[in-house]
């Protein structure tokens, strides 16, 4: 049966986007390996370093920059990650400066927010 072994981010910065999903949210670093001018660079969940990874991936096929800049006109989330209080952790991400784009609402049986990664990508949160 096959399972998600990987999460793939295009990100437009990956010294910055390290800092934002490692230092700023809290995942947790599990490869950072040079492959030429980029990395393959991957992050856990807290606690679980055998889990899904987080791909911090390179935005540069030609397809991907206007995907992203579409989805963030647009309003939608590259991807969602769960947390255990939305509202908490939106206030912990707001005074370590992050832009909250939507503030959180309830959303039928979870409550929905959405931050700026600061490398192109609208994340939710939710809970």
């Known amino acids: 049966m096959p399972k998600v072994s990987y999460c793939s981010v295009f990100v437009d910065d990956q010294d910055r986007a390290l800092?934002?999903?490692?230092d700023v949210l809290g995942f947790e670093l599990k490869h950072d390996i040079p492959m030429g001018p980029h990395r393959w660079l991957t992050l856990t969940a807290p606690g679980d370093p055998d889990g899904t990874q987080l791909l911090l991936e390179p935005d540069e096929h030609p397809a991907v920059k206007p995907f992203k800049a579409a989805l963030v006109e647009d309003g939608i989330p590259a991807t969602a990650f769960g947390v255990d209080d939305v509202a908490a952790e939106v206030e912990r991400l707001a005074g370590a400066g992050v832009t909250?784009?939507?503030?959180p609402s309830p959303a039928g049986p979870v409550t929905?927010?959405?931050?700026?990664?600061?490398?192109?990508?609208?994340?939710q949160l939710f809970s």
Do not use: E, K, P, S
């Not at 909250?100 to 503030?103: D, I, K, R």
């Open 100 to 103: 909250v784009v939507q503030a």
């Open 19 to 22: 800092h934002f999903y490692r």
């Open 112 to 123: 929905i927010a959405v931050v700026d990664d600061t490398c192109g990508n609208l994340i």
